[in-house]
């Protein structure tokens, strides 16, 4: 394979249990899913990480209003993220949890390490802190006396607690971000880092005393550490740290990496001492925009402190909005992304939430657009195309391609163009500009079938004859480049595609097969046809005809 060797390590931020999923978690998470789909299909060796983030004040005290223990709660509520992501056919390689064992080692590990090297000590804390944000505030950064974040009051507080040194990595970390133009995504969001450094940086608190859930400091275990130090390392848990550390008193065989069962597309674990380097070589992380700071200030400060490679790129995607107003339980206007999956499929869901709005900017979510689109983009264009030309080929050939016929050189080409675009369109993150050309592409081959007319061919006239081969082998192989461009984003539906053509999935692994590899001399379409799109009605669901 073109690509054997390389390495591809994607990242979502791990999610808080103290409420279920909702559209933003699903958002951060299928842009990552696409991610890891198409890398696997040009050969890399992926390793696709998400998970729940299960401890902190915030979840203690949110298990104490329901009567159960923070574990209860943790474990109640990850399970509605699995649920999620499995609806949402997410293809994470692993699902971690920070009540996991080998992260709790982990963690525990990387701060005795920086306590050994000085860059974690231990004094006093005075100061502001937001328990829904988990998030240390300085009178300063107050707004109105809130939190600048979620406008919420702070709290005051004073104790003991170990500080992390991050003056110390200022300049280091200034030079990173001058020199890699990549580190931060979009790019219109690197002032806002850089003038939050050179503002000059505190030592960041990392630990606490005042509560009990959380992982204790393994040389003072009247303290917990800090939830955004021990959430951060779960990137390192995941690329198997404790192995790349191997000394006999943490080295891990990590037979808890899959312990949710979940097939593993990278095999990393223990494969070889490597593979933390490689993949830490090549990481890149998706989160929301109001965790950018810990994102590209802390977390890689924490790497340098103990010498490990810092993210390719860190991309930070906006927020769906409800009619422009930030989504809230109080506002009624959340949307449930279970609920839609459950009503409308899953790839719907999954092609809207990268469709509509620019990967990185603010979006609204409306059921008036998601229709529209559904309609016009995925049942007329998309589902109206596959079905014609399947049923032209078995009225005309029996089902059998024309493999010898002459191909549309213009249509072919287009398709040629489009894929070698991209992996610079998969590496600036520009989702929905790789499904606006593939649904004008998908759009060319309409506009080719209606001009080519083939329901008029005379079929005994020799010449026509040898034109409508022609037209259906150029409008097969144009439907299979389709499955391919819309296969990370609409899996499911590019399965369906390729169980119609008889070929191969995609997501049974391997790298893309070209088309002069699929279809040969004899080949054949499926028999069975599947409806990809029903349409839907104004309200919203679906008619079955």
Not at 486 to 509: H, Q
Request: glycine residues 6%; hydrophobic residues 35%.
């Amino acid at each position: 394979m073109k690509n054997k060797g390389n390495f591809f390590y994607i990242t979502t931020p791990i999610y808080y249990v103290n409420d279920i999923p909702h559209i933003g978690h699903a958002y951060s998470t299928v842009s990552a899913d696409i991610l890891a789909r198409f890398k696997r299909l040009s050969g890399f060796n992926v390793l696709f990480l998400t998970g729940t983030d299960e401890h902190g004040l915030k979840i203690e005290k949110e298990a104490l209003s329901r009567g159960i223990s923070p574990k209860e709660l943790a474990d109640n509520v990850h399970i509605k993220f699995k649920e999620l992501f499995n609806s949402l056919d997410i293809s994470y390689d692993r699902f971690i949890r920070t009540t996991d064992e080998d992260h709790v080692k982990t963690v525990q590990r990387v701060f005795s390490e920086l306590i050994s090297k000085g860059d974690i000590y231990l004094s006093d804390y005075e100061g502001w802190y937001c328990t829904p944000c988990e998030t240390f505030l300085t009178e300063k950064s107050l707004l109105n006396g809130n939190c600048p974040e979620c406008g919420r009051p702070v709290e005051r507080i004073k104790e003991k607690s170990y500080f992390l040194r991050l003056k110390k990595y200022e300049e280091k970390l200034l030079k990173y971000i001058d020199e890699n133009p990549d580190f931060i995504k979009p790019s219109f969001r690197k002032n806002e880092v850089v003038s939050f450094i050179k503002e000059g940086l505190n030592d960041l608190s990392v630990s606490r005393t005042s509560f009990k859930w959380g992982i204790p400091v393994s040389e003072n275990n009247e303290h917990v550490i800090y939830v955004w130090f021990d959430a951060l390392i779960n990137y390192l848990t995941g690329a198997g740290y404790l192995n790349y550390r191997k000394d006999d008193k943490y080295k891990e065989e990590n037979d808890l990496a899959n312990a949710d069962g979940k097939k593993t597309n990278c095999n990393y674990n223990g494969e070889n001492e490597n593979k933390f380097i490689n993949y830490f070589g090549s990481l890149h992380h998706i989160i929301g925009k109001d965790i950018l700071k810990f994102h590209t200030v802390y977390w890689p400060i924490m790497l340098l402190a103990l010498d490990i490679p810092l993210p390719k790129t860190v991309f930070a995607h906006g927020w769906w909005l409800m009619d422009g107003k930030k989504m809230s339980k109080s506002l009624g206007n959340v949307v449930n992304p279970v609920e839609v999956v459950n009503t409308y499929g899953e790839d719907p869901l999954r092609y809207y939430l990268m469709r509509e709005v620019t990967f990185g900017l603010d979006g609204d979510f409306t059921l008036k657009n998601f229709t529209t689109r559904y309609n016009s983009e995925l049942a007329n264009d998309l589902g109206n195309l596959v079905s014609r030309l399947l049923a032209m080929i078995k009225k005309y050939r029996n089902g059998v391609v024309p493999i010898s016929a002459e191909i549309n050189t213009d249509l072919i080409d287009y398709a040629l163009t489009l894929r070698d675009s991209l992996d610079k369109r998969y590496e600036n993150f520009e989702f929905s500009k790789i499904l606006e050309d593939a649904f004008l592409f998908i759009n060319k081959v309409n506009k080719y079938i209606n001009d080519s007319a083939p329901w008029k061919i005379d079929v005994n006239n020799e010449t026509e004859n040898k034109f409508l081969d022609s037209v259906l082998r150029s409008s097969i192989i144009s439907v299979y480049y389709i499955s391919y461009f819309i296969y990370p984003f609409m899996p499911g539906t590019s399965d369906k595609i390729n169980f119609m053509l008889n070929v191969k999935f995609f997501s049974d692994g391997g790298q893309f097969p070209v088309p002069e590899d699929v279809f040969k001399e004899g080949f054949k379409i499926s028999d069975e046809s599947v409806m990809l799109f029903p349409r839907l009605n104004i309200s919203g669901g679906k008619n079955q005809g």
